[in-house]
C-alpha cells in the first residue's frame, strides 16, 4: 500500500479520492492521525493536507480546513487574473494588426469569410449584431463589465434578446457585483424568465458577446464606437474556456454575496483592499470595479478608518496585517484580526 504513487490520485485538494476524504475528515475530527493509516493515500501528503508532528514524526497533523480554503481561492484568483491579462494582450495585438495590410485573397473570403472583421461605427456594430442574434440557434455567452446597468443600455439589446428567447436559445450573462443594485437589470432579468441565467464577480474582462461558440463581438476601442467581430475557431474557443472559468467563479445574483468574515469591513471594501495591496490608482480600482472614483475614495476612506492607519502607507500595512491583500474569502473563512481595534475579531 505504501508503493502508491501520485499519478492513482490526480486530484488537487478541491476534490479529493474517497480514501483521502476518509482519512483527512478523520485527521480534522481528531487532530492527527497516524502515519500508518496515511500510507495509502500520498496524496495527501503531497497536497500538504497532512503533515508530521515535530512532537512525534510517527503521526501526521492537518492542515486547518480555513487555510486549505485561503490557498485555493488564492490560485483560482491568480488564474483568473492571468487570463484576463492574456485577454488584454490579444485585444491589442488584433487592434494592431487591424491597421495593418486587410487585403484578402478572394477565393479564401468566397470560401469562409474573414476571421477577425472590423466594425468602425455604432451602425455596422449593430447591424452585425442583428444577422448573428437572426443566426443563434442554441447559446449566447456576455460578459457586460461596468457598474449599474442603465437602462438605457438594456433597451438597446431588448430587441435581440426577446427574439433570442422566442426561439429557446439559452442566455448566461456576467456583471460585476455593483450590478446587483441596478433595478434596470432585476426588471430586464425578470422579463427574460428562464433563458436567462446571471452571474457576478468582483471584476469581470472587457465586453464579450458569444453567440452559438462561433462568432464573437469584442470591443476595439475605449468608446466602443469600433467593434472586432471574431470567427477564427481558436480565438473563439479561447474566449469561452475564459468565460467558462470567469462563470465557475461567478456568484448566482440569487444568491448573496459572501461575508468577508472581518468586522466592519464589507465584500466591496476586501476587494478594494486587494488591489490597493497591487499598487493599483483609485481611478483604476474604481473602474475595475464598476464604480465611481469618489465612491471608491469613500470606501478607502472606511477602511482606514476601521483598520486604524492615518495614512495611505499605514493602509497598506495594515491591509497586509489583516490578511485582506488577497482575494475575498469565502464565509467559512477563519476568524482574522482587524489591526488598531480593541476587540478587533470577526465572526
Do not use: K
Amino acid at each position: 500500500m505504501a508503493g502508491h504513487r501520485t499519478e492513482e490520485h490526480p486530484h488537487g485538494a478541491d476534490r479529493l479520492c474517497e480514501a483521502g476524504d476518509r482519512v483527512y475528515s478523520r485527521a480534522v475530527r481528531r487532530g492527527r492521525v497516524a502515519r500508518r493509516d496515511a500510507e495509502p493515500v500520498p496524496c495527501l501528503l503531497e497536497l500538504a493536507l497532512l503533515h508530521p508532528d515535530p512532537d512525534d514524526m510517527d503521526w501526521l497533523v492537518p492542515t486547518s480546513p480555513q487555510e486549505v480554503m485561503t490557498r485555493l481561492l488564492r490560485g483560482m484568483y491568480d488564474e483568473v487574473s492571468a487570463s484576463q491579462r492574456r485577454v488584454g494582450s490579444a485585444v491589442a495585438a488584433f487592434e494592431r494588426y487591424a491597421g495593418l495590410d486587410r487585403q484578402v485573397r478572394p477565393a479564401a473570403a468566397a470560401a469562409e469569410g474573414p476571421a477577425i472583421r472590423v466594425l468602425d461605427g455604432l451602425a455596422r456594430i449593430q447591424a452585425a449584431m442583428d444577422e448573428a442574434t437572426q443566426a443563434c440557434t442554441t447559446e449566447v455567452l456576455t460578459v457586460q463589465p461596468g457598474g449599474i446597468r442603465r437602462e438605457a443600455e438594456l433597451s438597446e439589446g431588448l430587441h435581440r434578446a426577446l427574439a433570442l428567447r422566442g426561439r429557446g436559445v439559452r442566455m448566461r450573462d456576467l456583471y460585476t457585483h455593483v450590478a446587483r443594485h441596478g433595478q434596470g437589470l432585476l426588471t430586464y432579468l425578470e422579463l427574460m424568465g428562464d433563458a436567462v441565467e446571471a452571474r457576478t464577480l468582483d471584476e469581470v474582462i472587457d465586453r464579450l458577446i458569444l453567440f452559438d461558440r462561433t462568432v464573437a463581438f469584442i470591443p476595439a476601442n475605449t468608446d466602443r464606437t469600433m467593434a472586432l467581430e471574431l470567427r477564427h475557431p481558436a480565438l473563439i474557443e479561447y474566449l469561452v474556456t475564459v468565460f467558462e472559468r470567469l462563470w465557475r467563479l461567478a456568484i448566482p445574483l440569487t444568491a448573496p454575496l459572501p461575508d468577508t468574515g472581518i468586522e466592519g469591513i464589507s465584500h466591496r471594501e476586501q476587494s478594494i483592499a486587494a488591489l490597493l495591496a497591487e499598487g493599483h490608482q483609485d481611478a483604476v480600482i474604481a473602474e475595475r470595479l464598476g464604480i465611481s472614483v469618489r465612491t471608491c475614495r469613500a470606501h478607502i476612506a472606511r477602511l482606514s478608518e476601521t483598520l486604524g492607519a492615518a495614512s495611505r502607507t499605514q493602509l497598506g500595512v495594515r491591509i497586509a496585517q489583516a490578511g485582506l491583500d488577497g482575494p475575498p474569502p469565502s464565509a467559512a473563512a477563519r476568524p482574522v484580526s482587524v489591526p488598531g481595534r480593541g476587540s478587533g475579531t470577526a465572526r
